[in-house]
């Protein structure tokens, strides 16, 4: 139990598209990461995604539309809808999701999740 | 599906310790909130309680201690332990409660919790 400075984390490391875990809330991963380009289209079918940008700004293409996010915005994804978050330049985002989901959608290619 | 902006949606209330339901994740309430004075000791005995920080400063006091939040800062409150928020000037938060969670710990007590 204590404080989490989100900038503190967030300064720990330097990779894009990498997200680490500060927090843990009802067995879900609260994490930051940075991005920057393009992820590629990806759903989760078994749980929303929760997107909520701290700096910088993030397009979140979500089916058919582009939705632009910028600092203290937020987006859910529902569960089991094509998304695909990009960026022009860095950013930094708080997410949420179900400890274990894989970051593409697929174990095989996801991202570790490590805890900082 | 739509971008949420969380400053908008504090503009379109003045009263404190009156969550408002902004978005939906996974069956949890996304909701912000603004708070100033002291609001009871609680506990949740079925779920974690999530506070991030938006604007001001937010006193936790938790079992103890006493936690200093800034914005940018979060902290997740296990699930009965009992925590009572504080704050000496207005501040806002972002909260995730499952749905229906009484902000009180008791439903006699708790807010309405209506969706803006």
Chains 1, 2 share one sequence.
Do not use: S
């Not at 749980?47 to 909520?52: E, H, P, S, V």
């Not at 697929?106 to 991202?111: E, I, Q, S, W, Y």
Request: charged share 30%; proline share 7%; no cysteine.
């Amino acid at each position: 139990m204590k404080v989490v400075n989100l900038a503190e984390k967030l300064a720990l490391f330097a990779t894009h598209w990498d997200p680490k875990v500060v927090a843990e809330y009802n067995g879900n991963d609260i994490m930051v990461v940075k991005v920057e380009g393009e992820f590629p289209f990806h759903d989760h079918p078994d749980t929303d995604d929760f997107f909520l940008v701290l700096d910088g700004e993030v397009l979140l293409d979500v089916e058919d539309r582009t939705h632009v996010l910028r600092p203290g915005e937020l987006f859910v994804v529902p569960k089991g809808v094509r998304h695909r978050p990009r960026a022009e330049r860095e950013a930094t985002l708080l997410l949420i999701e179900p400890r274990g989901t894989p970051n593409t959608g697929d174990a095989a290619t996801a991202a570790r999740k490590d805890r900082i």
